[in-house]
């Protein structure tokens, strides 16, 4: 156990439904990171917030993507209008400013989409 | 961001030293190398950084010659529970703006 917790561990849902993951960190860490990541590859970075400020998101976040992290406390990651394309993995890690190299994970919530 | 090559897999025996082995020729003057370990259906797990010579933790060693265009993460006497993919990553760990980019690392299979 990191000491970094997602929820839900799984979810399944039907094309075109909305879903919402929660990641919450470390206490004293200030950035937090979303990944996505499909049998096979590495994590790819999908954004990341230092405090409440989202500084970075990669092309890859279409706009049905958005994620929050309200206080700089947790953060959530929604996806809207889920396609089948949108099954995989989704990672949450924190670090502290300036180790940004050494993260620390979640066990992830694995996305279906049926 | 430098960019790393390392083998896609490799197969050891329990009780055996592993040496994983990674280029990274583009290596900047303040980047540094930094392993993760994942088990499969986790997260990846942080195992280890250095900068130069020789790092050593309860997990494994890292071995980075003076021209540091290479490095070679070592895991002392596997187990079966050493199966995992090993991600090795180069970066400026202290610049506030990086972020890490993973490969697809290698999968390391540890046979009885």
């Known amino acids: 156990d990191t000491g970094v917790s997602q929820d839900p561990r799984h979810k399944i849902t039907k094309r075109g439904q909305n879903v919402t993951f929660r990641c919450d960190p470390i206490s004293e860490h200030n950035r937090l990171y979303w990944y996505r990541q499909t049998l096979g590859q590495g994590p790819e970075f999908l954004t990341y917030f230092q405090n409440e400020a989202q500084l970075e998101k990669s092309r890859l976040l279409s706009d049905r993507f958005s994620a929050e992290r309200p206080k700089g406390s947790f953060s959530t990651l929604e996806i809207q209008r889920t396609e089948q394309g949108d099954s995989a993995m989704y990672l949450c890690a924190s670090s502290l400013v300036p180790l940004a190299y050494e993260q620390y994970f979640g066990p992830g919530t694995r996305l279906t989409v049926t | 961001l430098a960019k790393t090559t390392q083998p896609i897999s490799m197969d050891s025996y329990e009780g055996q030293e592993v040496n994983i082995t990674c280029s990274h020729n583009?290596?900047?003057?303040?980047?540094?190398i930094t392993w993760y370990q994942q088990f499969p259906s986790q997260g990846p797990r942080f195992i280890i950084q250095g900068y130069k010579t020789k790092v050593t933790n309860e997990v494994a060693s890292l071995f980075i010659p003076a021209d540091r265009k290479s490095s070679t993460l070592s895991l002392p006497r596997v187990s079966l529970s050493d199966t995992a993919v090993y991600y090795c990553?180069?970066?400026?760990?202290?610049?506030?703006?990086?972020?890490?980019?993973f490969g697809k690392g290698t999968r390391l299979h540890i046979l009885p």
């Open positions: 990553l180069v970066g400026d760990t202290m610049n506030r703006d990086d972020k890490i980019i």
């Open positions: 583009n290596i900047a003057t303040n980047d540094y």
